[in-house]
Structures are given as C-alpha cells and as structure tokens.
C-alpha cells in the first residue's frame, strides 16, 4: 500500500492536482438538475488524466512538435473549457430558479457544454488513436501505457454513453436527439482537423493542451456563428431542432465575431489570390511578379481590404439588422458618448505611448530580465482596463475586439514579412518575448489581451457575480504581477526543485488579489451593483487559481482568467 501510495504521489504533480482541485470544487457546485453533465465532466477529466500521466512518463506522443520545457497539459487543456461552460450553466441556473432568464438561455447554454465537450472529447480519441498507430519499426508499447490508453478509452466510451441518455431524456423525438448528436460530431471532426492543423503548421509554439483549449475554443465559437448564420439565412427559428437562441445578439458581439472570423479566414484567401494570378498570367512573369515584395504587398493588402470592408460587413448586415455599414455604426456608437469615449481612446493612446516608448528603450538598454518587464505590461492592462470596465463596459467590449483584430493583422504582417511593414514589427515584437515565444508564432502578447478579454465578453447577458467580469484583469494584472516581482526579488522557498515559482511569490498573489477585490466591491456597490459575493467561495477562487500560476508549465495568461472566471461564477 505504501508503495502504491508512493506511486500515485509521483503520477500526481502540482499541475494535476490543482486541477483536479478545481473540477472537484465545480462538481461541488452542481445543482441535481446537472447531475448528467457532471458525470461528462468527470469522465472526461479521468480520461485526460491517464493521458496527461501517460504524455509524460514516456515518449508515446513525441511525434508531436510541441513547445520546449513545457509538459504535456492534456488535463489542463482538455477540462478547462467544458468547466467554464457548465460553471456558466450553474450560474444561469440560479437565475432560472428566480425566474430572472428564460429556458432558452439555459438549453442555448447546455447545448454548447455538449459541444464543447465533444470537441474536447474528440481530441482525447485522436490522441489515443495515435498512441496505438505507432510506426511498424517502433517497439510495442509497454504494458502501463496500453492500460492508460484502454482505461482513457473506457472513459470516453462512457461520456459517450451519458451524452446519449442525457439527449435521449430531454429531447422530444428522436429527430431532434439527431441532430444535436450530428453536431456534436461535427464540432468534434473540426476540432481534431484543425488540432492537426496547429501542430503541423506551428510545430513547437505550443504545447497539446494549449493547442487543445485553442481548437476547441475557436470550434465553438465559429460554430455558434455558423448556427446563427443558418437560422437567419434560412428564415426560421432552430429552437427544436440544433441551437437555441435565448436573447437577440448584440451588434458590437457580430462585430466582433465578423471581424475575429475575417482575419483567421484571410491567409487562406490569400493564398489562393497569389494561386490564382500564378495561373493566369505566364510562368516567367508570374514568378517575377509575386517574388516582388511590392507587388506582393500590394495583393496582401487590397485582399485584405476587400474583405475587412466588403465581404465580412456583407455577412454582418445579413445576421443583424444594421440599418448602415457596420463600421458607420461603429463610428455612430462611439460618437453617441463622444467626451466620454474620445476621451478614453485618448487616454488609451497616451498610456500606450508612453508605455511602448520608455519598455522598449528598457529592453534594448537595460540587463532586467524579460519576464520582470513583460509584467509592466500586465499592470499597464489594469490601468487601462479597469477604469472602462466600471464605467464603459459596453466600448470596452468593442475596443477588445478592435484590438485583438489589430493584433491579429500585424501578426499576420510579421509572418509573411510583408513590405514594407514585416520585417519591423518582427524586430519590435522579438524585444518583448520570451521562451514561449517563437520566431513562427508570437502568442504571448493575444493571450494576455484575451485574458482580460474572454471575461469580460462571458460575463454579457445575465451575470449575478460583479467580480466575474474582472477576473482576467485581477489574475493578470494584479495576481500574477505581484507573484512574479515579489518572488524574483525576495522568494526563496520554491514549489519544486526544478521550477522557478516560489512560495513567497504565490503568497503575495493571493493577497494582492484579494486586496484588490476588498477595493473593488466597495467601489462596485457605489456604482449600482449589487454584491452577490461570498467571501469564503472568492477565497477558494483566488487561491485555486494562484496556486495554478505556481504549479503550471503551460501558457498562464490563457489558462488562469477562465479558470479564476469559472470559480467566481459559482
């Protein structure tokens, strides 16, 4: 017993337990009314468990490229959205119980903790597929990773099974358990093409589980614009069949989407312009011509304006009803509030100006190491953020999504190096980067703006927690900040002999975070919110999530605002 004791204690890093610490604290939470939907969950996580243990105690899923110095994170990256999902559907159903939403916006929501589960699901199969379809010349795989395959598959075969029951009880016919069932499939088959797409076409900028909270996330959220734009193409309401729509969508949330879908979609599109005038004019001249960088620039950029401004606004005027070109209407929202919003925006520039100005002479000049300095920027984040978030909610949203399309754009421009704008905004990005960067893919800089970003757009429609919102920009602005500074300079006692976090770092997080939030409440309660929060359940929130960004080898900024998010939603 001692020895299994030891055993286990060896499979069961600081990663997974926290991990599980966190499942275990949103299974806790379910009401009976999402008994089924826990199960999934459970099973889930014991099959990502035995495939995380497995991905690190032997060299089965080496094949894949992933990022240098980070483990696997296959559980990590497997529960964490599904767990946001049904975190989202415990707090609707406390809302449902008061009659303050409708059922439309419950079932809208369980349909897509399905779907994200699936997606999920279906990476954990591909993984396990791949373990089996071994090269010929490989020796057989010992007999502890058959066992973790089989008992992973047994799991899956199961979460299978209770999505069956669970669509087989609350659906009225059969045609409709169907057809949720298809979609389910079809978010799963999406998620395990593009998860072959990211790691074949970004090999070693992230790790499986990064990778795996990526494609499932872009599934579902592609795919509820996909559902919307065959509701309103097709002129009825899915309300029985697919998806259910609880509220009317907001124009600045279609925004957002046409512009996040135009910019993913837009190196595929010009790909197939530069194809296609290599087909039509002559051999000789079409290599001249698309070797031309200004040539090629000039193609990059009037596809990329087509789009942006024809193709994408087009799409956005058929599932809303703008009455003007969507960017009019953005121009028409801001200038509704001018002194307040022009003056934020002005604001905004100088912070950032100053910012990027005074960082970056740092960077070049000083000998401070990168990661202390990448952590002005969280603090920058706050300063900008915070004071919109209290009193422009709705223009903050808007301005994310600008931002993150920006973001998007200029990486795009680095990539292909396109003239005359490439070559420095790769010199200038690489000042800022760190070992989870790479020179392919510069990540570091979208997952702290979707950090603070993803919180805020979650928390629209009904939201019964006024710290929810700020999730993101506590844990990283304020948490993870101090953690890093205080451990750097004063930490001794580590959480590991091998890792870097200590706990005088992890400490001083905790208490900034809840220093912070016992400012904010106040604060809140002065601008009409009404407090709702319990201070034992924000205790557990926040030392949860400090004690992932100690533990954690993946991509914090990604992984610790959802999860801090899905712990303050119960």
């Avoid at 379910?30 to 690190?56: E, Q």
């Avoid at 980070?70 to 599904?82: E, F, K, Y």
């Avoid at 960077?363 to 952590?375: M, T, W």
């Avoid at 904010?520 to 992932?548: K, M, N």
């Amino acid at each position: 017993m001692a020895a299994m004791a030891m055993a286990m204690a060896g499979l069961m890093n600081g990663e997974r337990a926290v991990v599980l610490l966190f499942i275990g604290r949103v299974l806790f939470s379910l009401p009976l009314s999402l008994l089924f939907h826990g199960i999934a969950l459970s099973l889930l996580a014991l099959s990502a468990l035995s495939l995380d243990i497995l991905a690190d105690s032997s060299t089965s899923l080496a094949q894949f490229s992933t990022r240098p110095g980070a483990s696997s994170g296959i559980l990590l990256g497997a529960v964490t959205l599904p767990a946001v999902v049904i975190s989202k559907m415990i707090q609707l159903s406390r809302a449902f119980s008061l009659d303050q939403v409708g059922i439309e916006e419950l079932e809208s929501l369980t349909l897509q903790y399905w779907a994200a589960s699936a997606s999920c699901l279906s990476v954990l199969i591909f993984l396990c597929i791949t373990l089996w379809r071994a090269p010929e010349n490989m020796p057989p795989p010992p007999a502890h990773t058959v066992w973790h395959a089989k008992f992973s598959l047994s799991c899956i075969i199961l979460h299978t099974a209770v999505s069956f029951v669970t669509f087989g009880t609350v659906s009225l016919t059969s045609f409709e358990t169907a057809l949720k069932l298809l979609w389910m499939l079809c978010h799963g088959l999406a998620a395990v093409k593009l998860i072959q797409h990211v790691i074949k076409t970004f090999p070693s900028c992230a790790s499986i589980g990064e990778s795996c909270l990526v494609t499932s996330g872009l599934v579902l959220y592609f795919g509820d614009m996909l559902a919307y734009t065959i509701e309103k193409v097709s002129g009825f309401t899915m309300k029985s069949e697919v998806v259910q729509y609880g509220s009317k969508r907001s124009e600045i949330s279609i925004i957002i989407q046409g512009l996040l879908l135009g910019l993913l979609l837009f190196p595929m599109v010009f790909k197939f312009v530069l194809r296609i005038l290599e087909s039509t004019f002559s051999t000789a001249r079409s290599e001249v011509r698309t070797n031309n960088e200004i040539w090629r620039s000039l193609i990059f950029f009037s596809s990329l304006g087509f789009i942006m401004i024809v193709i994408i606004p087009s799409w956005m005027q058929l599932v809303q009803d703008f009455h003007m070109h969507p960017l009019l209407w953005v121009l028409s929202f801001i200038f509704s509030e001018p002194l307040k919003r022009l003056s934020l925006c002005v604001y905004w520039m100088c912070v950032i100006y100053v910012s990027v100005l005074r960082f970056y002479n740092i960077s070049k000049n000083s000998k401070i190491e990168r990661i202390l300095l990448r952590k002005y920027y969280h603090l920058m984040a706050v300063s900008m953020f915070l004071p919109a978030l209290i009193f422009q909610p709705e223009f903050l949203d808007l301005s994310f999504g600008a931002a993150l399309a920006v973001f998007l754009a200029l990486e795009i421009i680095r990539v292909w190096r396109i003239w005359p704008l490439g070559q420095s905004i790769h010199k200038f990005m690489n000042a800022f980067t760190d070992h989870r960067d790479s020179d392919l893919l510069i990540v570091s800089h979208f997952s702290l703006l979707l950090g603070c970003a993803l919180p805020i757009w979650m928390s629209s429609g009904y939201n019964d927690r006024p710290l929810a919102p700020f999730s993101g920009i506590l844990s990283l602005g304020i948490g993870d900040t101090m953690a890093s500074v205080v451990g750097h300079k004063y930490g001794v006692l580590r959480w590991s002999k091998t890792g870097k976090k200590t706990i005088e770092g992890t400490a001083a997080g905790i208490t900034s975070v809840l220093a912070a939030c016992s400012v904010l409440l106040p604060l809140l309660a002065s601008t009409g919110y009404i407090l709702t929060e319990h201070w034992g359940s924000l205790l557990v929130a926040v030392t949860v999530s400090g004690l992932l960004e100690a533990y954690t080898a993946q991509l914090d900024n990604a992984f610790i605002p959802l999860i801090f998010y899905s712990l303050l939603c119960l």
